[in-house]
Structure formats: C-alpha cells, structure tokens
C-alpha cells in the first residue's frame, strides 16, 4: 500500500444553510482545493445520508462533481448513516493507497433543516432496527436516553458529568467561527438554575435539551493523495496513518453487556494498530458527541481512560484544550453542529487543522498524532481514523 | 386470536434470537434459514428505560415510556412502557398491542405493565 497525505481541507458554516445540497457538498470541496494549491482531481467521494430522503435528490457525486466543473472524474455516494463521512474518507485512502488513483477530493454534506425537527429526527431514527425498535417510537435519543440511565446507575455518572461534556464543548465553539452554536452556557445555568426546566427541557429522560446535539446544516471536504503530490504543495505533511472499522448488533437490546460500546472498542483498537501508535501517543482527538454520555464512554473505548473512569478524567480538566488529551476543541457535534453526512470529515478537518498547528484561538499544544471515532447507527457501524505529523 | 411476538430458535444449535435474522448467531451454520418460531414469554425484569419528550410524527401523547426487557428465557426485547414510575430492575409484565397507528397501517408490538 501507498501512503496517503490530507493536502488539502475545506469546510462550510455549520447552521440552517440556504443553499441546494448540491452546493453544500461542493463549496467545501473549492476551499480544500484552493487550500492544496490544486485544480484537478481523479475522483470525488461524497458522504450523504439524507439527500434522498430530506431533500429529494439522488445521485447527489454527480451533481456535485458537474457543479465544480471536475467533469470526467469519477464520483460517488457513500451512505453508511451518520458514519458516512469517516465512510468516504476510508473509500478514498483506499483509492489512493492501491494505487488507483493520485489525489482524490472527500466531501461530506447534509441538509437537515430543509424539514422540521419532526420529520429530522424520524428522518434519523430510520437508522433503528424496523421491527424491533422504529415501530416502538423509538429514535436515537430514545436510545441515548435508555444508554445513559444504564451507565449512570453502573459507574457513578451525574447529570452534572453530562453538563460539563456540553458546556466544554460549547466553549471550544465559541472560539470555532464554522460551528452552529455560538452561546456560552455553564453548568449552574442549565441544571440548577429555576429556569433549568424551561432552558434545559428533558428529550429523552436522562438527557436534556443540552445533552444532545443540534440539528444542522453543513459541509466538510478534504483532499487525499499520494506522497509525491503532498510534498509539491510545501504544506505540513499530515499522514493518514490508520484506519479502523467495526460493526455491532442492529438492535441495541441484543448487545451482551449493555453499557458496551464494542464497536468503538475494535475500530478504535484496528486504526491505531494500523497506525503503529497507542491512545496515549494521541495530542487531540474529535469524538463523536451527538449526546453528551457518548464523549465520556468514547473517551474510555478508544483507550485514553479505564473503563468508567472516562466521567473522573473530565472532572480533572483532562478533556479540556489545555488538559492531558483534548477533545473536541472544534466543539464536537455538540458545538460544531451535526450535518449527519459531513460530520466524519469535519472531524478529520479538525485534526488537520491542529495537527499543522492553523486552529488559531483553539490550537492544541504542538499534537503530533490526532484521532477521529465517527459513531454510525447506535454504535453499530463506526470507523476510526488516526492522522500523523510527519513534519 | 391471541397475538404473539416470535423468537427464532435455530435447528442446529439452539440458540435463540429476537428479532429474526437471516443465519444464526450462535453457530454461523445455518444458511437455509431453518429457525423454529417460539412465542416470547411476557414476564421479565426492566434493564433500562427513558421516557420520551421529543416524539416521532405517528405519536399523539405527549410523553412515551421506552424500555429494553430482559424476558424469563434470557431473550431481550425493546418495548413500550405502561408503567408510571418506572425503576431500572422492576418485574415487568407485557402484552401484544398497537404501538404504532399511521394512515393505512397498525403495527403490533409488546406494551409492558409493572408485575
């Protein structure tokens, strides 16, 4: 296999976007090529989840690629729900890495509030197992909301754990100008306050309002390609180094030990053995934080902290940007925002970001190795992915 | 007719799944799709449950009760709950009812009480 460089990286405001879908997945893609100092490509993977659904349009690549005026490149669709865009990026590493193909543009894009937050959500909890769960009523908060009750009554986590994930987070969006949420909040604010039940209503009880991510809008592109052609752009080498990929039971009540999350546990494991590094070696890491609980036990299944202890280490501070390993400076999905589709590959633009040291106001301390885990389905399908410094 | 939700118990190991699925769990062997269904049991212990604010377009309440079952025979099952103050570990007691009405369809599914 070949190695293959992130040259190039691109991304969109993530909020309510006005524009066609089309649009959304392209205008990343101009940034990241504009970024790798290029104009041409061999391929374009693109990461959607809802464009046939929400917003009535299929064979999105090719819609995408005519609009950039990329035409004859090959493009495609990778759907793998809301592990698409980590999904997208390993298709092109494979491009590249057989030699394929040189360079190859990734995007991922989504366009959830073209409908209300109704028809977003029943839109998402297609995901679920049709017979077993969808016709219950049950949508992935319901299924967060069951997950957290299970955890907290098995390691000790508080509603008042759940509040620090959204309040770092929505911190680290503050110094973010692409995430979709701008608003400081703090802990007293949302859970002791007496307008607690008012600001921070209960979704899916144990989680609240705040302990889930928005509904968004958004777009996120970054370039894949071949040593040779990295070098020529005189940018920072970014290495992606490891990709881990592991599936899970369909239906979450099938899962042996409830508070699992196994799926995580393999991806995690298989990128960083790719990678030739440990979870300790890793500077920063964007996990995927589409309820708060998710960050503390990802933090645990990938290996920065024991098994139920992931809840401690965040009280100590050591999730923060400062702190021992930091995650989600970009805001996570949280703070950034979630666009189903783009949400893999906005966080592999944040490690990129980082990793050359270009994240301004939300720079990590010199990392040289940073991890995304983009989280698919209730954590039945999620890839990993772990990029290196070279220089 | 009294309404049943099914397991699939496979020929050649044994072993028991909810819901169905195409080759079995347990032995990876059984590519002719040669499961017995065995009717659910209805008594079982609440594991976990949420209740339900944000709910999907088919629903006219205002809350839904949401919980995963460990059933007597071992087999979980995600379900509905009819239960007031629920608690994770309760006995729990279910029933085969509508769950979910829209325009042209009625889907059955288990609806658990407290013991």
Known sequence: MRDVYAIGIGITSFTRLEFPLSEIAAYPVMMALKDAGIKEIDHLYVANMGGARVNHQTGLASAVVDTLSLTPAGAEVIENGPASGASAIKQGFLAVASGMHDVVAVTGAERMREVNSIEATEFVATLTHP?????YGVTLPSLAGMFTRAYMEKYGVTSRHLAMVAVKNQNNALLNEFAHIHQAITVEGILDSPEA????????????????CPV?????SVILATREVAEKTGRPLVRLAGIGQATDTHCVHEREEPTDLLAVRRAAAQSFKMAGVGPLDVGVA???DAFTILEIVESEEVGFFKKGEGHLALERGETQ???????NPSGGLKGRGHPVGATGVAQAYEIVLQL????GKRQVADPKIGFTCNFGGFGNNVVCLTFAREN | MKREIYAYRCRKCGHLHYPYRMVCAGCGDNEHNEFDPEPLPRAGTLLTFTKLYALPGDFE???????????ENGIRITGQLHIDDPSSGMKVIGEVE????EEYEEYYGMVFCEA
């Not at chain 1, 050359?356 to 994240?359: L, N, Q």
């Not at chain 2, 509508?98 to 009405?101: A, F, L, M, N, Q």
Request: include cysteine; charged fraction near 20%.
């Open chain 1, 356 to 359: 050359r040291g270009e994240a």
């Open chain 2, 98 to 101: 509508i769950v979910r009405s």
């Open chain 1, 197 to 212: 039940l008012t600001n921070n209503p209960f979704i899916a009880d144990p989680l609240r309002f705040f302990d889930c």
């Open chain 1, 321 to 327: 940007i400062g702190g021992k390993i930091p995650i």
């Open chain 1, 286 to 288: 964007e996990l995927h």
């Open chain 1, 131 to 135: 017979l077993a769960e969808y016709i």
């Open chain 1, 216 to 220: 968004s809008d958004g777009g996120a």
């Open chain 2, 61 to 71: 309440v205002p809350t839904l009760g949401l919980g995963i079952v460990e059933l």
